[in-house]
């Protein structure tokens, strides 16, 4: 008869503990779901760009404001309600700690079919209309897939614009 010496149960579970994930490891490397944590959301990328394109409508309106001061009466109530609208997105946007967030990016710079750059008052609002058009449109369309609360203050904002370009449109 050989005689077995008993390993006591605990040494046995706890050598088990720390090899069986080592084994697993070394064999196939790093499980894909451990490499880096996930990037932004998607939610989080249609805000951003929410951002982004209101942020745009605040340069478009102030760069008017400043070439023909005259509109000023006329545009400063469209001008508070889309920084109103800005300070709502920013104050939604939640990024994890884990996640490396870029700047916001700036809006593209005034091109020769920006508001600011009409080579009338007139013009410049007529630009300032077509710039809320597209921007309602804009937001209409980063609906699909947004959350519900995100997807209200985007119909929301999307709704205000539209009305801004109407009401430019008559004054």
């Known amino acids: 008869m050989t005689s077995r010496r008993a390993v006591p149960r605990r040494r046995v579970l706890t050598a088990g503990a720390v090899a069986l ?30 951002i ?20 000023s009466g006329r545009l400063d109530s469209f001008l508070s309600q889309h920084r109103q609208h800005l300070a709502q997105l920013q104050g939604r946007l939640v990024v994890p700690p884990h996640v490396t ?7 593209a710079a005034p091109g020769p079919s920006s508001p600011s750059a009409a080579g009338s008052a007139g013009a410049a609002v007529a630009r300032l209309v077509k710039a809320e058009q597209d921007a309602a449109a804009e937001q209409l369309d980063r609906l699909t897939g947004a959350p519900a609360a995100l997807a209200q203050l985007l119909a929301s904002i999307a709704a205000s614009e539209a009305t801004h370009a109407v009401a430019l449109g008559q004054a």
Do not use: F, N, W
Request: proline share 14%; glycine share 4%; with cysteine.
């Open 101 to 107: 967030m870029s700047p916001i990016p700036a809006p």
């Open 52 to 71: 982004t394109a209101e942020q745009a409508l605040v340069d478009d309106y102030q760069a008017v404001i400043r070439r023909y001061p005259q509109l």
């Open 21 to 50: 994930p080592l084994a697993a490891t070394a064999s196939c490397g790093v499980p894909e779901a451990l490499r880096k944590p996930p990037g932004l959301s998607a939610s989080v990328q249609t805000l951003l760009l929410s």
